[in-house]
């Protein structure tokens, strides 16, 4: 059984970065194979990873449909030829394994492409013994049920007091979606301070958060992200990856 992160948060506040950094530290702690699934239609994890999405699910849909409809796909269902292009699609690396949804098929309609990730990523996921899902801003791919259940819920958002109120905002919203999960972290990105802002508090109370960390604002990943580099170039000792590998191995620990 897979042990699933899912990370999520409004947009804008490092939610793919934080996603990646999750991936590569699983690896260099030898959780691995990892999948990595880009639930986001404006996708960019894969440039995060260093590798590059040539099919999405929603291509992936859309093109199958095509076939269909011309009479390409003879003694072969169009579930099938889905599931087929599926495999094709999957970015494969070195101990991970990437896949993205995309853009939908029509304006505003994402409800069959979700269907097909959710079909994928529960056919796929029992070969990783870890699956990290970046979501698209807010809880949208959770409230669709991509995923049944989380194992660690990872809210992120920036050190100012609006920042954190929208993650007690989002935590409200996944009891009333009835989005189930192990494990809750909040994680406030890009802090300026040592200390955790005084609203933390509050949250805390409000959300019971099983872990709650500050990353600094970073010079390093600034520049690599400018850069447009890939964050497995990011030093070992970085401070962002030293408190992102405690609270994983405290995740981990539990877990066992």
Known sequence: MSYLIAVSGKGGVGKTTLAGLIVTRLIEQNC????????????????????????????VRESSRREAQKGLAAGISKQEMIELKISESLVEAEDFDLIAMGRSEGAGCYCYANNVLKNAIGQMSDAYPYVVLDNEAGLENLSRRIVQKVDLMIMIADPSKRGLETVGRLHKLAGEMEIKYDKLAIVINRMRRDELPEYIETLQEATNADYIIGLPDNQELADIAESGDNIQKLSADNPVIVKLDDLLGKALSDKQ
């Open 32 to 59: 691995k194979p990892v999948l990595a699934v880009d639930a986001d239609p404006n996708m960019c994890l894969d440039g995060v990873l260093g590798v590059k999405v040539v099919e999405t699910i929603g291509r």
